[in-house]
């Protein structure tokens, strides 16, 4: 099967894309380096003369990786490591930019399984490594390995990547907003029914739609200094707007498609999805929203802005920081169910994100390899307890990990089951061109009215049928 025909019109997509992004750094020339090796088993360069260079993700782990993780790796071993945080619609274009391109400027990226078929061919594999130094693969599940650390069309009996937060978003309120005798009798009164975290999106639509009010108003029995809103995701376009409503797409039972790369999305339900997800966001998000990049709108909840969120568990420190008005007055859910959905789950479900980190093919990948495995698996305990990221069954296990916060016994046990109803991105290189972004612009140009719902499902549905059929999946 013919895998990707249309990578180099792809690459010259992205230079355009790339530059009208306006990326952080120019696209940085090749560093001098000594010759690649063949295998894992030849000596790195000397450590003083080794320079790393990291593509990163914005989030938990990026303070910590700066002001501690690295500065102590350089002082311990004198490999120098630099480090570029870019945006997430930005980081993925820029690393397939560089791969693509065969610069080999980045040695480690981070990994998001739906990207990687834009430079799948660039990463080194690292079961050689992984043989040499011991690494113990058995403290990830298999699901773990098979969603973030495998990929068998692509890369088929190698491992490719190193697991670092994998996860899917929980629902997260204001147990003190819930609680208070105040909200509760308004909430009955208005709805008929209990407060309490919501069963179905449209429950959570009604929850939202309560605590929405405007500065002046109270909550809890105290006056609102600023707009108090009901629910909120990052929903910046296309990447945040993708991120948010594909937890909505597969609550409604929907796959995309199959493994026959037949697709379930030129169905009526999804029309009712982007419906629902418009009116939610219209009448309870707050406008800053569509600018907010990942864990932003976790700044509203953290500061008492916001009463109810999405939340992706590698946020969870934000919110529960002491210094926040949130910390210690935070309740967790799982995603509620789509009523008539069409695989008759039980709950929301969204796509396993996060992901971890990757080592390109360069002469530095056995240097790379090293620093990679001193962060994630000889510091696992500190780097779970800096940054509340879980990846490996030790950390969730871990008695100084169970003890660190008094929020975990009711953060854990809904973050492990809601892992459990994460749905996996199937391992095509074009899961991002047919899914992910195609995905964001539908939901954006339905909610802006840029086209009617049934013109972007039907645009929607032709480009994944055109992206197949290029790609050879489908006559």
Known sequence: MKIRKFASVLLGVLLIVALLAGCAAPVAPSAPSAPAADDASQEAAPAGSVTLRIAEHPGAHVVPLEEYFIPKYMEETGVRIEMEVLPPDQLWQRMALEAQSGSNYYDIGYHSPGWFGYYYESVADLTPMIEKYGFNLDAYSEPVQKAFMRNELLRPGEVIAIARNPQTPIYAY????????????????????????????????????????????????????????????????????????????????????????????????????????????????????????????????????????????????????????????VGYALLPKWEGNLADLPVGRSFLGGGGVLIFDTPNKEEAFKFVQWVYEKNEVDFNLRTAMFARETQFNNPDVLSAYDFYDAFLPVFAEQMTYGFPRQPIAEWGAVMYTPIGEFASDVFHGVLTPEQAQERLVNNMITIFRDAGYID
Not at 212 to 228: F, I, K, M, N, S
């Open 174 to 329: 204001r147990l003190d907003w819930f609680e208070h005798p105040d909200e509760q009798a308004a909430f009955l009164a208005e709805y008929g029914r209990e407060l309490a975290p919501p069963t179905t999106w449209e429950e959570l639509y009604d929850i939202a739609k309560f605590f929405t009010r405007p500065a002046g108003a109270t909550v809890a029995g105290e006056t609102l200094a600023e707009p108090l809103y009901g629910y909120s995701a990052s929903i910046s376009s296309p990447g945040g707007m993708a991120r948010a409503f594909l937890a909505i797409v597969y609550s409604l039972g929907l796959s995309g498609f199959d493994s026959d790369f037949n697709t379930d999305l030129d169905h009526p339900i999804l029309l009712e999805g982007v419906d629902y997800w418009s009116r939610l966001i219209r009448d309870t998000f707050p406008p800053a929203a569509e600018s907010w990049n990942f864990l932003e709108h976790l700044d509203y909840f953290r500061e008492g802005r916001l009463a109810t969120a999405e939340l992706w568990p590698e946020g969870v420190l934000k919110i529960e920081d002491p210094e926040g008005a949130s910390s210690g007055k």
